[in-house]
């Protein structure tokens, strides 16, 4: 079983919709939850940070940890084709080397 | 800043062929790593080093070698290539210290022949 599961997609949703994307795990020690944006040829960059459980809301982008469960999700509202590009989940243990352990990244397409 | 800058940005070598590929930063980070991106695998990483001097082992580490004789670069050695080497490459650094916010390069991508 890998340690994180993520569907890869793609998704292919219409300019305006709510996008749902999510990620299994199975390392309980995992305590610090990103969702990183990567654009085609680009290097990914950092969209949301959580710490624990909860959930954390920037601008039309909502980030939920339940642990419990061991399960991530993001949230992308009113969703634009500038959002087209691919997700990925990314999860550390507090272990000093600030190490991820990557999903394999959902590919969505945002139509106009 | 210039962050985490890369090089070269493409590469075709032929099997057996070596080569470096060269990742610098200018953000003072101690904590850098290598990862590898393989279609539809996520990112999986190579090497890592929490500082100058100090490197270690990630989940795919064969066929490569590291080398952190600075805080600013992290050069990442194939000294045999081989086609399953074929991959995108980013560098990533990170300023630690509670923050987990990695910076990544733009990556290299690289083909072997």
């Known amino acids: 079983q890998k340690e994180v599961e993520q569907d890869p997609g793609p998704l292919s949703v219409p300019e305006g919709a709510i996008v749902s994307l999510n990620c299994t795990y199975s390392?309980?020690?995992?305590?610090?939850f990103m969702w990183y944006r990567q654009y085609s040829r680009k290097g990914p960059e950092l969209l949301m940070y959580?710490?624990?459980?909860g959930n954390k809301e920037d601008g039309r982008f909502t980030a939920q940890v339940d642990k419990s469960s061991k399960y991530i999700s993001l949230f992308i509202r009113d969703s634009q084709p500038s959002d087209s590009a691919t997700y990925l989940c990314?999860?550390?243990?507090?272990?000093?080397?600030?190490?991820?352990?990557f999903g394999t990244g959902t590919r969505l397409k945002v139509l106009a | 800043n210039a962050g985490v800058t890369q090089t070269p940005k493409f590469r075709i070598l032929k099997i057996g062929q070596s080569m470096t590929l060269q990742c610098t930063q200018d953000m003072n980070h101690n904590y850098m790593y290598w990862y590898r991106q393989d279609p539809g695998m996520g990112l999986k990483l190579i090497y890592y080093s929490v500082g100058a001097g100090i490197t270690d082992k990630g989940e795919v580490p064969n066929g490569y070698n590291v080398s952190r004789s600075t805080t600013e670069d992290f050069p990442l050695r194939l000294e045999l290539a081989a086609p399953s080497q074929t991959s995108v490459y980013f560098c990533a650094s990170n300023p630690g210290q509670g923050n987990t916010e990695a910076f990544f390069g733009q990556g290299t991508r690289l083909t072997v022949v």
């Open positions: 990314a999860m550390s243990a507090p272990s000093g080397t600030y190490k991820y352990i």
């Open positions: 959580t710490y624990s459980s």
């Open positions: 390392n309980s020690a995992f305590q610090y």
